[in-house]
């Protein structure tokens, strides 16, 4: 009997959640994530509605010598929730949000999103560093690091986790935070994950209501005076405001000219928390220079900024990305950006550059397992394609911008934008980190139940 033929059964008889094998319906459309190139097979799907069904389908896991992978949202792009031949535990039944308001905390299920999030805090006035695409998962983003429009006021979506309930390997639920387990609290900070099956988060959550946010458009043909001029205003911004800037084709906005949809352009997108004078200042520095196509940027609320981007991230379509990370931008290094953006290999692909610094920077590194709080620029080379005929050609091109970027970069990568032919998380890491993070996974996980995706067949 094949290893679906013995693990679903025995699943079913456990879980009161669906489980899928393979040739079950349900099955090929729950197998899928976010990133359409990542197509792997796992040998059964457990959709798992409470910690009891989690300890359930790791102890099966580990009685029918299979390995696990956990889904949360499903939209890291090298597709880390899902394995070739591995168990995929999915937590989409356990997305539910309480928030605390009294003690400014916000209770969260492993499988929730961040538009859950937003949601639920925003009606309370309050909100902490969530993704920039709502329907990313609170799990996979926070435990890879978690970089996002509040991070320089407030910190990376790690520096605000102050608690977890994680299910190790062998099925035992323990509670971790920094006076009950410090070694998994620490590497549960950015260290992307491989320790056990987080069940729910405790998050900080910060006051935060309207922001000064929205986009700036200019012709494409500006891209190196942009990026210039970027560099030069965030390297003084105040922690209440973050930037970034876009290469991309125009999409179709409704506040720019017809005529520039689909042609190239770049695009700084800003958000801006607190006292609105500060943020006035901060956009009218990055105003100055090039004269935008297109000018929109005002008051909304923080939970509406936070839906923006979702439409240029739709699921299903074929992406490769490689992430490089920079201390300064040298004129070498932009322009190298201005012309790769000029060549792009698919209308689709884009280049993005965010600053970091501010509330990232101010946390000492050896504090928690993530590792680029030296870089103040991170650059993300977001291949994507909508044919899959298209991405061998993407793939190699993103591979060779990153080689010709990285003699100017900062060794490792951020775990949340690195594709699966990269180095995981204990890889990231320098010296004592990188031996610490492999040491706590080794005791944590000594038979190995937690698979490694990046290693498994089917990512291009």
Request: proline letters at 5%; hydrophobic letters at 45%; charged letters at 20%.
């Amino acid at each position: 009997m094949s290893v679906s033929g013995m693990i679903v059964p025995a699943l079913r008889s456990r879980l009161n959640g669906a489980v899928h094998g393979p040739g079950d319906d349900g099955y090929e459309d729950a197998r899928r994530v976010w990133n359409g190139a990542v197509s792997r097979r796992p040998c059964a799907i457990a959709r798992c509605a409470d910690v009891s069904e989690v300890q359930h389908a790791l102890r099966t896991a580990r009685e029918q010598g299979v390995q696990v992978t956990v889904r949360g949202g499903g939209h890291n792009v090298a597709g880390m929730s899902v394995g070739e031949g591995a168990l995929l535990i999915d937590l989409c039944g356990m997305r539910t949000v309480h928030v605390d308001a009294s003690r400014g905390i916000a209770h969260i299920g492993g499988g929730a999103l961040w538009s859950d999030v937003d949601a639920a805090t925003a009606s309370l006035g309050m909100a902490t560093t969530g993704g920039l695409i709502s329907s990313t998962g609170v799990g996979g983003f926070t435990l890879g690091g978690g970089a996002g429009w509040l991070m320089r006021r407030f910190g990376l979506a790690c520096d605000n986790m102050i608690g977890a309930d994680l299910v190790l390997a062998d099925g035992i639920l323990v509670r971790v935070a920094a006076a009950t387990q410090p070694d998994l609290f620490w590497a549960l900070r950015g260290g992307a994950g491989g320790l056990g099956v987080v069940t729910s988060f405790e998050l900080r959550l910060h006051p935060v209501v309207d922001v000064l946010a929205g986009l700036l458009v200019f012709d494409g043909a500006e891209t190196a005076d942009v990026l210039r001029r970027f560099r030069d205003v965030v390297a003084d911004a105040p922690d209440e405001c973050c930037a970034m800037v876009v290469m991309a084709n125009a999409p179709p906005l409704p506040f720019l000219a017809s005529d520039w949809h689909g042609l190239p352009v770049c695009i700084v997108a800003v958000c801006c928390t607190g006292d609105v004078g500060i943020g006035e200042r901060f956009v009218e520095e990055l105003r100055r220079g090039a004269a935008p196509l297109a000018d929109h940027v005002g008051t909304m609320p923080y939970v509406e900024w936070q839906r923006q981007l979702d439409p240029g991230a739709p699921p299903g379509r074929h992406q490769y990305w490689k992430n490089v990370n920079f201390e300064r931008l040298d004129d070498l290094t932009v322009d190298a950006l201005a012309r790769a953006a000029t060549r792009r290999p698919t209308p689709l692909t884009e280049l993005h550059v965010q600053h970091l610094g501010g509330a990232v920077a101010r946390i000492p590194l050896a504090e928690t397992a993530f590792t680029q709080r030296e870089a103040r620029f991170f650059v993300n080379l977001m291949g994507a394609a909508k044919a899959p005929s298209e991405f061998d050609a993407l793939r190699s091109w993103i591979r060779g911008l990153a080689v010709e970027l990285s003699d100017h970069a900062l060794p490792g990568r951020m775990p949340n934008f690195s594709d699966g032919d990269d180095p995981d998380a204990a890889h990231h890491a320098a010296g004592d980190q990188a031996r610490r993070l492999r040491e706590l996974r080794s005791r944590f996980d000594p038979e190995g139940l937690f698979a490694n995706p990046r290693q498994s067949a089917g990512n291009g």
